[in-house]
């Protein structure tokens, strides 16, 4: 079974940087397409970073603070957040997808918090 584990959330203070990572297993190919998103508490899940192909994409409140960026060879997407707010806290998720498939991940929480 396909799976995309994710790591690397907690708890940081505002300001603060949190480095995801969402790693594919049990899949000898490589994403078209991978993203992040999130989910905040009472509100709609919505696209943070994405990367097709090379070409990454990010929401307005992600330019210039976060970063997303992938291994082909270990098939795992980064999240590189820096200058966190408390408005960035929510749910994170991954998402692969290749051809018509699509897979996500299980979600790690941040919480940006002092």
């Known amino acids: 079974q396909v799976q995309l584990v994710e790591s690397g959330g907690g708890l940081v203070q505002p300001g603060g940087s949190l480095r995801l990572s969402c790693a594919a297993s049990?899949?000898?190919?490589?994403?078209?397409?991978m993203s992040w998103h999130r989910q905040a508490p009472g509100k709609e899940r919505e696209l943070v970073a994405g990367m097709i192909g090379s070409r990454p994409t990010y929401a307005d409140t992600a330019k210039g603070r976060f970063t997303i960026s992938r291994d082909n060879a270990k098939n795992t997407v980064y999240l590189q957040m820096n200058s966190l707010k408390p408005e960035d806290t929510a749910v994170y998720y991954c998402?692969?997808?290749?051809?018509?498939?699509?897979?996500w991940g299980q979600g790690t929480q941040v919480t940006v918090s002092s």
């Open positions: 998402r692969g997808a290749v051809g018509t498939n699509e897979f």
């Open positions: 049990g899949t000898r190919f490589i994403f078209n397409a």
